[in-house]
């Protein structure tokens, strides 16, 4: 069946996808249509993108067939100042959706990229590369009623998968004071390392990647949704809102041994290796509320206005992992103490000519993260963004979006161990759409 193949191809496309640090852990904008507008996307139609934004406004849209598919790009420039830049700074994420809508219905499935961070260093303390990569990424079944020709309502159930890579180097002693025992075990673990500590050993490291742009040695699947609705208040004014809620992720986990507890002695040497499994402990996406009104000031003029509430606070207290080897098991507990985000989005939209739709925006945001607890593996500080895009008819039938997205460089320092980040990204977005 066509729509059976459709969907399927979506499935294999954004498999690939992860994406990284923007508004939090969150992209600045989903779709180019939104991202050339700043992310503002509560009250006007968007494309597929809404599925990721306000389901609501896939109602929107004229009858009949929807099919879009994009490529995002995104290049962070991370870099700890006076010493080393990060070598991870260009990530690619597909991403594709599907809709249909029949009268007062609209349906669909679409997979996107959500969002997640990552850097790449050469040389940690212990003289080995250090990295982190974590993406999270949606299969999303929307659906949205037109009430009545004002008022649209929709939701979405979304299957959410995370996986994270993470090469991680710290004092021996630091690390220890970061374990406690999970309980069950024999303490042999906790044990051996307080055996090393005692005999002068200098460092460890947590060890579990695969290397890959796309998948992650970490890997962890839940499920989450949202809520939306769009009023039509007179013909300049549109409202629209939307829920996302927190995700019911279970833990990200290797397998048993792909992952190595690593010592190393005074030259840097790895002198002890010991091999085991990770599961990072209850991992979760925050709870998302989002307001926003679209004016339509002119036939040519469109202006959309969004305000947005991330609350990172809730899911962003501890990192924690559990590490199982040797019979025995030890949590690792490093604080994060977020602070929830507030992010405002503004967005214009100007149709130049019959074909062509010129856009520009800005994302203006704070930065969640403490000095207490920044750290250079995972700096998802960047704050404000500006963004350009533009929209082309290629015929009636379909069109393509582009979108590019600058965030100037903010500097942050951990304030616990001296150190100072930078961090500066330019970030563009593709798509290809289809009605049929």
């Not at 929709?154 to 374990?179: E, T, Y």
């Not at 009023?231 to 809620?245: E, Q, V």
């Not at 977020?338 to 100007?350: A, K, P, R």
């Amino acid at each position: 069946m066509k729509l059976t193949r459709i969907a399927a191809s979506l499935v294999l496309v954004g498999l690939a996808g992860s994406a990284y640090a923007t508004n939090g852990m969150n992209m600045e904008g989903y779709g180019p249509i939104a991202a050339g507008m700043g992310g503002a996307s509560m009250a006007y139609d968007n494309g597929n993108a809404a599925m990721m934004n306000n389901p609501a406004t896939l109602g929107l849209a004229a009858d009949g067939n929807r099919l879009d598919v994009a490529l995002g790009f995104l290049g962070p420039d991370v870099a700890v100042v006076g010493g080393q830049s990060s070598g991870g700074d260009a990530y690619y994420m597909p991403a594709a959706g599907w809709t249909r809508k029949n009268g007062k219905l609209t349906y669909g499935v679409g997979m996107f990229a959500q969002g997640g961070m990552g850097t790449e260093f050469a040389m940690g303390m212990d003289g080995l590369p250090e990295r982190s990569e974590l993406g999270v990424g949606r299969l999303i079944a929307p659906l949205a009623f037109n009430v009545n020709p004002d008022l649209t309502i929709g939701g979405s159930v979304d299957f959410v998968w995370a996986m994270l890579d993470l090469r991680m180097a710290m004092p021996l002693s630091n690390m220890a004071g970061l374990i406690t025992p999970t309980g069950g075990g024999n303490g042999t673990l906790m044990g051996a390392l307080g055996g090393m500590m005692g005999a002068g050993y200098d460092n460890a490291r947590l060890d579990f990647s695969d290397g890959n742009d796309f998948t992650g040695k970490a890997k962890g699947y839940g499920l989450a949704g949202k809520l939306g609705f769009t009023y039509k208040i007179n013909p300049m004014f549109t409202l629209g809102g939307t829920y996302h809620s927190k995700t019911d992720l279970g833990d990200m986990e290797t397998n048993t041994g792909g992952a190595s507890m690593i010592v190393t002695d005074t030259g840097g040497n790895p002198t002890q290796v010991v091999p085991g499994k990770i599961s990072v402990r209850d991992f979760q996406w925050p709870e998302t509320y989002g307001l926003g009104v679209a004016i339509q000031a002119n036939p040519r003029l469109l202006v959309a206005l969004d305000y947005k509430r991330i609350n990172w606070k809730d899911v962003m207290k501890n990192f924690t992992m559990t590490y199982s080897a040797m019979g025995d098991s030890v949590t690792f507990a490093l604080p994060q103490n977020w602070d929830d985000q507030d992010v405002f989005q503004i967005g214009l939209s100007y149709k130049a000519t019959d074909a062509l739709t010129l856009r520009a925006g800005a994302n203006l945001s704070d930065n969640p993260i403490p000095d207490a607890t920044m750290h250079y593996l995972f700096p998802a500080i960047v704050e404000n963004h500006y963004t350009v895009g533009l929209g082309y008819a290629i015929d009636p039938t379909s069109d393509v979006n582009v979108s590019l997205q600058h965030a100037p460089e903010v500097e942050q320092t951990n304030s616990t161990f001296g150190y100072t980040v930078s961090h500066e990204q330019t970030s563009f977005q593709l798509m290809y759409s289809k009605r049929f």
